[in-house]
């Protein structure tokens, strides 16, 4: 495609990227703190502001590609929207009335009598994020705030001297030969003042600001892995607001460091009679057949678990990789005209398993350190810098940073002596500040190879026999209540265009039907909830085996980018529109 075609040019004056709590909070704050300095202008007979506010989305609507657990810490919220609890249409599902932590061997469980308090969360909400941003965005649309679905940015625009101005987003109507369809349309170039970041994890337009400016901090962001489904249980089986955490089975390394996995799983009651279970796992794990779909339809056969779940069935499912490094591998959060928030800048307290209140502080902070930047007429680095110091002088700070060794800890130690060193972190970070970081390392350099893992004769490796959905497996899938991967993507509503280039970029297929396949045994097949990856016999191949990349699976997880040990792929925007159709997770 000519660069040199036309495309159309919009004018904002703000530009937030990304549709999720972090962005529409963001837009919020400083469209309140417009609206505020214009009624004191008037009574005071001055000029008023005038601002242009957008948020770009890539989903086809507002909570499309939403996914989280979600209990909610509504301290941001009560901040942005002090009235949310006497307001009808804000979107609860129950609140939290009874909660306990189970410790799960393979066979048996027991409940610890103390839940620890970073996890108590009675009274809070348990929300459905999805339908919280359709609400949030409904307060936007109140506000004059544009919001333009279906829209992916595909790369950031500078002006001469650096300075980012907008961004371009992605052409529509591209075949599968990189051709143009007849449907072709270019993309847009939507210039702002500032661009306001808030994609989620590993996000597109976040690995350029990065990059260009070199923003990422020596420790690496860090990420796990969630699984979610919704189950519809028996009428009347949900009474009230619970919560369920769990350790331990089916994560082996939860105990110690030895087999390199850790996570844990939640099961919280939703309204109605519907329930939300998810897994999350590490993405450094060392198993190279480490597969979170498949641990989450195990840890469904637990009895604890099953006596839960009783009669349920599988009506929704969805992944989603989480940054959980939090204080201790933030990147520079501005940059000249531009700033990152939310999930895209590690704004997530593991050690709470709780994001979204971060994440939408980090976008009201950033919302009016734009502000700022509004009265004064200046939008370079010295301004966009306020946004970094709000956060210094915010609870963010006070709440994520005596947390910034959570992950590391536990993930590097097992729970047991991770805990006692995370305890003891606690107390020395206030001390010390940044020079207590634990060092992380980059996830794709945690998996080992098979050999590594099982032993040189491999003989340790599971050998399973019943085939699913072109797979083997142990398991027995009825596809309601325990879900092979096509079924569950089936539930989770992905579908793109299929006649458009692949959006995961495989920098060297040949490399997967060899050097991965051998030492790694491509661990693409596992770690891809949504069986994107498939090897597959071709004999025209010299291998007698090729890649198959099946995108239109894709539910945006962005695991493949983060877990592949050999960083051979990459997660892109697909046409817009395409994707999850989550709803209600
Ligand atoms: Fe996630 Fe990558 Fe699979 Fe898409 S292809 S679902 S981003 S692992």
Redesign the pocket.
């Known amino acids: 495609m000519s660069e040199e075609m036309e495309r159309e040019t919009f004018y904002t004056d703000f530009l937030f990227v990304g549709a999720g709590p972090a962005c529409l909070s963001g837009a919020i704050r400083l469209r309140n703190m417009i609206d505020d300095h214009n009624d004191a202008a008037e009574e005071n007979g001055e000029e008023p502001l005038d601002a242009r506010i957008m948020i770009l989305e890539k989903g086809s609507d507002v909570g499309s590609h939403g996914i989280s657990g979600a209990v909610l810490d509504p301290r941001a919220l009560s901040e942005l929207f002090p009235g949310w609890k006497e307001d009808d249409t804000f979107p609860v599902e129950r609140f939290v009335e009874r909660e306990s932590m189970l410790m799960l061997s393979e066979t048996s469980g027991f409940t610890i009598p103390i839940m620890p308090p970073e996890f108590q969360d009675h009274g809070k909400p348990i929300i459905s994020i999805a339908k919280f941003q359709a609400w949030l965005a409904e307060r936007c649309e109140e506000r004059n705030i544009e919001i333009l679905t279906a829209t992916a940015g595909n790369h950031l625009l500078f002006d001469d001297n650096g300075q980012v101005i907008g961004v371009r987003t992605r052409d529509f109507g591209i075949g599968q030969n990189g051709s143009p369809r007849e449907d072709f349309e270019p993309g847009a170039d939507i210039m702002a003042k500032v661009t306001i970041l808030g994609e989620g994890p590993r996000g597109h337009l976040s690995r350029q600001l990065f990059n260009k400016f070199d923003m990422l901090s020596s420790n690496p962001i860090t990420y796990e892995m969630g699984c979610k489904e919704i189950l519809e249980l028996p009428k009347g089986s949900v009474k009230d607001g619970f919560v369920y955490l769990t350790a331990g089975y089916p994560l082996n390394g939860s105990w110690g460091p030895l087999n390199g996995t850790f996570g844990g799983a939640f099961i919280y009651s939703m309204g109605g009679d519907r329930v939300a279970i998810g897994l999350l796992a590490v993405l450094d794990a060392h198993n190279p057949d480490q597969d979170v779909h498949y641990m989450l339809q195990k840890l469904k056969l637990h009895p604890k678990i099953r006596e839960i779940l009783k009669g349920g069935k599988v009506i929704k499912y969805g992944?989603k990789?989480v940054t959980v490094g939090g204080w201790g591998c933030m990147p520079k959060l501005y940059a000249p005209g531009a700033m990152v928030i939310g999930d895209s800048a590690s704004f997530l307290n593991a050690a709470r398993i709780k994001g979204i209140h971060l994440a939408m502080k980090s976008g009201m902070l950033a919302g009016e350190a734009a502000f700022e930047c509004l009265l004064a007429g200046e939008f370079g680095e010295s301004y966009t810098k306020m946004y970094k110091d709000k956060i210094d002088d915010s609870w963010v700070r006070t709440e994520m940073e005596v947390s910034q060794n959570f992950h590391t800890n536990i993930s590097k130690d097992g729970l047991p002596i991770g805990a006692m060193k995370y305890g003891l972190s606690k107390v020395t970070t206030p001390l010390f500040g940044a020079s207590s970081i634990v060092k992380a390392h980059e996830d794709h350099s945690g998996m080992k190879t098979l050999e590594e893992y099982y032993g040189k004769d491999r003989s340790e490796r599971p050998q399973f026999t019943k085939p699913s959905s072109g797979r083997y497996t142990d398991l027995e899938y009825d596809n309601e209540y325990i879900v092979d991967k096509l079924h569950a993507v089936y539930l989770s509503g992905s579908t793109h265009e299929e006649m458009q280039p692949s959006h995961?970029l495989v920098a060297d297929p040949n490399h997967c039907v060899t050097t991965c396949r051998e030492e790694y045994g491509n661990p693409?097949e596992r770690?891809?909830?949504?069986q994107?990856?498939n090897i597959i016999d071709d004999e025209s191949s010299p291998h007698g085996k090729r890649l198959q990349?099946d995108?239109s699976?894709?539910?945006?997880?962005?695991?493949?980018?983060i877990r592949d040990p050999y960083q051979n792929?990459r997660?892109v925007p697909p046409e817009a529109g395409g994707g999850p159709q989550y709803g209600d997770m």
């Open positions: 992944a990789a995961l693409c770690y891809c909830p949504a994107v990856y990349v995108f699976n894709c539910v945006h997880c962005k695991t493949c980018d792929i997660w």
